[in-house]
C-alpha cells in the first residue's frame, strides 16, 4: 500500500514516512505542492496524507485540482487548522478525512486503516481485458499469465484504459490523469507510451490491442 505525504514541516514529514514504513506501507514523503504534483505524475498512490499550509501553495487547491483531474483515491487531511468551517471546507472539496494538529500517530495509523478498507470495498481489486491482468494493490502486469514489466508512467497509463475498455479516451484526458495537466497534448510524448504499451502487450499486429482514433486519442478494443 503506497502512502504520499505531503507535509512542510520536515521532521514531521520524516516521522511519518519512517514510522508507516515501520508499518509495512511505502511512504513517501514531499514538502511542497510543486513535487506533490511530481510524485503522482512518476507513480500512482493508494492514499495521500495533506497538509494544508504548504509554502508554495493552499492544500485545499491542490486537493480541489486533483479531484477535478479525476484522482479518486482516499484523501487525509492532516493540518493545524481545526475550526469546524475548516473541516466542513476540507471535506466538501474532496477530502476523506480530516485529523487536526497536534494528533496521535496512532490514530492517524488507525484512520489510514480505515480509509483503506473503506476503499478495498468498493475498488475493484484487478482489471482483466484479453488476456491483461492489473492487480491494483500490487501494481503488477501479467499478459497470458506472464509478468510484464512497465514503468511507472506505462502502467498508469494502462490502468486507464483497463478502467474504461471500448472507451474513446482523448488526448487531452489522458494527458491530464497522467502529468497533471494538458501541457503535453500538442508533443508527441503521449504517442511514445502508447508506442511502448503496444510494443510490450500486443501479441500479434492481426488483433491490435489499441485503436488510433486520429485527431482524437485512443482505445482499447
Sequence with gaps: MKVLIVEDQQRLGQFLERGLKECAYTAKWVGTCKDALDALAESPYDIIVLDLGLPDG????????WRANGFNEPVLILSARDSVEDRIKGLDVGADDYL?????????LA??????????????VV????GIRVDLLSH????????VDLTSREYALLEIFMQNPGRILTR???????????????????????????????TSPLRPLFKTVRGVGYQLL
Excluded at 111 to 124: D, G
Excluded at 127 to 130: A, G, N, P, T
Aim: no cysteine; glycine share 2%.
Design 172 to 202: 487531452t484526458l489522458i494527458s491530464e490523469k497522467i502529468w497533471a495537466s494538458n501541457y503535453d497534448v500538442d508533443t508527441n510524448l503521449l504517442d511514445v507510451y502508447m508506442s511502448r504499451l503496444r510494443a510490450k502487450l500486443e
Design 140 to 147: 503488477t502486469v501479467q499478459l497470458n499469465g506472464r509478468p
Design 100 to 108: 487536526p494538529k497536534p494528533f496521535s500517530f496512532e490514530e492517524l
Design 127 to 130: 482489471l482483466e481485458h484479453r
Design 58 to 65: 493552499d492544500g485545499i487547491e491542490l486537493l480541489r485540482r
Design 111 to 124: 484512520r489510514v486503516r480505515s480509509l483503506v478498507r473503506r476503499q478495498s470495498t468498493v475498488k475493484q
